[in-house]
């Protein structure tokens, strides 16, 4: 089992930013990749951003390329996403996942999700 402990969610107005943490324990040496996905109210939970955890090959939604960077702490078996310029479509419950196997843009290839953290990005 991988256990994932999300924590930096907030409310931030539209340009502001936040960065969010994903801690790793457990068996994090089954862990292929790590990334991050969120949900809005009524939507699909969709792609955001993910790494390969020894490669570290990055992948971003076109949607949030150029203003999110996704991090890696392979030492402390942590993820981050540091997102800028946020506007208010980026509000959702952001959710890390931990993937044992290539295909880390694919949400089926993910074994263990965080509880979510609420970002709310106001106008």
């Known amino acids: 089992q991988v256990q994932l402990v999300e924590s930096g969610g907030g409310l931030v107005q539209a340009g502001g930013s936040l960065r969010l943490s994903c801690a790793a324990s457990?068996?994090?040496?089954?862990?292929?990749?790590m990334g991050w996905f969120r949900q809005a109210p009524g939507k699909e939970r969709e792609f955001v951003a993910a790494?390969?955890?020894?490669?570290?090959?990055?992948y971003y939604a076109d949607s949030v390329k150029g203003r999110f960077t996704i991090s890696r702490d392979n030492a402390k078996n942590t993820v981050y996403l540091q997102m800028n310029s946020l506007k208010p479509e980026d509000t959702a419950v952001y959710y890390c996942?931990?993937?044992?196997?290539?295909?880390?843009?694919?949400?089926?290839?993910?074994?263990?999700w965080g509880q979510g953290t609420q970002v709310t990005v106001s106008s």
């Open positions: 996942g931990a993937a044992g196997r290539v295909g880390v843009r694919w949400r089926e290839n993910y074994d263990y």
């Open positions: 457990g068996r994090t040496f089954s862990i292929y990749g």
């Open positions: 790494t390969s955890w020894i490669a570290g090959i990055i």
